[in-house]
């Protein structure tokens, strides 16, 4: 299946097929108006495994992978962010070491974010960030659940497809 959303400064394209055989299906396509792109790709590696389990996914690293990408502009957007660092770097060949400690800690929050959607609880560390803009996680999380049940059909969509 093929969805799509459009945050104020891009274009998530995802795709739960498999594509070309690639041994998780899923593809994130993030889309800047300015034309740049990036992609992500569920990857079973035991980091990416580890990440998906504590963040409530199971071992289910596509569903894992496809949300991330969708919450790091969700959580740019909330922040009043023009867009989110990791994406826009990663689209316009920014090298990493650059904003190293910003982009850690975005793709921390982010994490814990989907650890709370889903588990209800997280490391209120992990999204100290999150919490000094004045963002009430609750109600965060009930706007993020409703955004992935627009998107998909149901906010639980990856127990059903993939």
């Excluded at 289910?60 to 496809?66: D, H, P, S, Y």
């Excluded at 957007?77 to 800690?105: F, K, M, R």
């Excluded at 209800?120 to 993020?144: F, I, M, P, S, T």
Aim: glycine share 6%; net charge negative; with cysteine.
């Amino acid at each position: 299946m093929k969805y799509h959303h459009e945050f104020a400064n891009c274009r998530i394209d995802i795709d739960t097929t498999n594509q070309a055989g690639w041994h998780v299906p899923g593809l994130a396509v993030v889309m800047f108006h300015d034309g740049a792109t990036t992609t992500a790709r569920p990857h079973v590696t035991s980091e990416y495994l580890a990440h998906s389990r504590r963040a409530g996914y199971g071992e289910c690293v596509g569903a894992f992978t496809l949300e991330h990408e969708l919450a790091h502009a969700f959580i740019a957007e909330c922040l009043g962010e023009q867009y989110s660092h990791v994406q826009w770097n990663d689209a316009h060949g920014v090298d990493w070491h650059t904003y190293q400690a910003e982009l850690i800690d975005e793709e921390r929050y982010v994490r814990h974010f989907q650890r709370f959607c889903n588990l209800g609880r997280c490391n209120y560390q992990k999204v100290q960030q999150l919490l000094d803009a004045g963002l009430d996680l609750d109600a965060l999380a009930k706007e993020w659940r409703a955004m992935v049940k627009n998107i998909f059909g149901s906010a639980d969509w990856w127990k059903l497809e993939l």
